[in-house]
């Protein structure tokens, strides 16, 4: 029978890779149990580079103590938080597609609170006894998503640990005047402040129906009578030491949330030589110059398309005779209407000779420009412009990757917003206007960017469920 090695690193750096390799070839007789705090500073690229062994495991302390599980034998609490190689790959995984997601312009409290919105809505534990002996204990339900409360906490405060955001697993108790059980939840420390949150019932919330604003992030009156810290927590007397997140704050952090998941866009409008109008927007700067456009007609904005140019120059600093060249040659109407007929916008070339602004149609090429793009009429006479840009598969389910661009009227004016949306219904081979108008309505897009973390739920010609927020 093997010994246990147990070699405690405390944290990680790319230096012990070659240190746990030369232990797992030099212990040929030993079981390696590599002990750390936290994955904090452990990437999956690391991970790759240490030697696979069955006699070696990892074990993630993640701020659990032993008097916070329900077990008397010392092993099976170990055992609790030890993974293999492999089991630990797919859960720091998991936590770098999370992490990635985060904007790095963030504040540590819109950091915390990101994370929060994006777990709540990723579980999919069910609340059955009968099944509470197949729930995760352990940093592994965030690849299984099924989690036991413990699971929870332990996984939220691991995120926040490699985002640099101190958080606290607390163990107590959580009662009504029907019940009282044990129950655990996180404490984070911003700026010298302590703020309670409870994702796992703020999850059950949400697996039950509710999809409004959080309810547990750091509101004391959750907290107060509800929620109540075993002895040995240091902090106690939550009334006096918690920092509440009002409703003012907490609707600063979801439109901190909102505006991370669009983008915005400034439109030049300009007036044609036959006194047609047109208005655009640069979308993006790469070998191709990326432009959504819209025809302006007795005040009306109509037909939304994106073109394509080959530019290197920037077009907001032409002269006005080089204006005259955009507005009249390369966005004529006429020009505009060819090139998505027969090349999908794209429009050409447009560069500079000896100083002078040269147009060129480029017409023996046609670009490597995908057929993706749709312009959507609603019946309010709304339109939009869908953008397809990929499909894929989860959980066997085949769901489209979008992009929505919509002219719209800002507190700073008219602007080109851009929403990004997944969902299961193929929004180019559908002609039906009950989901241009309800599916798709401006409110349910903002709602399922906000809300629904840019996911819009399935469609039913029949049915449609659209995101509703719900009041408290």
């Not at 030099?26 to 991970?47: D, R």
């Not at 409870?198 to 509710?210: A, F, H, S, T, V």
């Amino acid at each position: 029978m093997f010994s246990n090695k147990v070699i405690d690193l405390t944290s990680f750096n790319p230096n012990l890779i070659n240190y746990i390799n030369d232990l797992v070839k030099n212990n040929i007789f030993s079981n390696i149990i590599i002990v750390l705090n936290s994955t904090k500073g452990l990437t999956t690229e690391m991970i790759n580079l240490i030697t696979k062994s069955n006699k070696l495991k990892f074990r993630i302390k993640s701020g659990l103590k032993t008097e916070d599980v329900s077990k008397k034998d010392l092993d099976e609490i170990n055992s609790i938080i030890t993974y293999t190689k492999d089991e630990l790959y797919n859960i720091v995984y998991h936590f770098e597609k999370i992490e990635k997601e985060v904007n790095s312009n963030f504040s540590n409290l819109e950091k915390a609170f990101y994370v929060y919105e994006n777990l709540r809505k990723y579980f999919s534990y069910k609340y059955y006894k009968e099944n509470e002996m197949t729930k995760e204990n352990s940093l592994k339900g965030i690849v299984s998503k099924n989690v036991s409360n413990l699971s929870v906490v332990l996984i939220y405060k691991e995120i926040l640990n490699r985002l640099d955001i101190n958080t606290q697993l607390v163990k107590g108790v959580l009662q009504s005047l029907e019940f009282k059980k044990k129950h655990y939840w996180n404490i984070i420390e911003i700026d010298g402040k302590f703020i309670a949150v409870d994702l796992y019932l703020e999850n059950k919330e949400y697996l039950n129906g509710y999809e409004g604003n959080s309810m547990y992030f750091g509101n004391i009156s959750s907290f107060i009578n509800s929620h109540k810290p075993s002895g040995k927590e240091p902090i106690q007397y939550y009334e006096n030491t918690l920092y509440s997140i009002n409703n003012v704050t907490l609707a600063t952090l979801y439109k901190t949330i909102k505006d991370s998941k669009e983008e915005k866009f400034s439109i030049n409008i300009f007036e044609r030589k036959d006194k047609t109008e047109g208005l655009y927007a640069i979308l993006e700067k790469n070998d191709l110059l990326k432009l959504v456009y819209y025809d302006i007609e007795n005040k009306a904005v109509l037909n939304p398309s994106i073109l394509y140019l080959k530019c290197d120059l920037d077009i907001k600093k032409l002269s006005y005779e080089e204006e005259d060249i955009i507005y009249n040659e390369v966005l004529s109407k006429t020009n505009i209407a060819t090139n998505l007929s027969l090349r999908k916008g794209y429009l050409g070339i447009l560069k500079k000779e000896n100083e002078k602004l040269i147009y060129d149609k480029d017409e023996n090429n046609e670009g490597e420009i995908k057929d993706n793009q749709k312009n959507i009429k609603r019946s309010d006479g709304s339109v939009f412009l869908v953008e397809q840009i990929n499909f894929f598969n989860k959980e066997n389910i085949t769901i489209g990757n979008y992009n929505i661009y919509e002219l719209l009227n800002s507190d700073k004016g008219y602007i080109i917003l851009k929403n990004i949306l997944y969902t299961e219904k193929n929004l180019f081979l559908s002609e039906d206007q009950k989901l241009y108008d309800s599916y798709l309505s401006r409110k349910n897009i903002d709602k399922t960017v906000l809300y629904n973390n840019s996911y819009l739920e399935v469609y039913n010609p029949g049915e449609i469920k659209i995101v509703e927020k719900k009041e408290n």
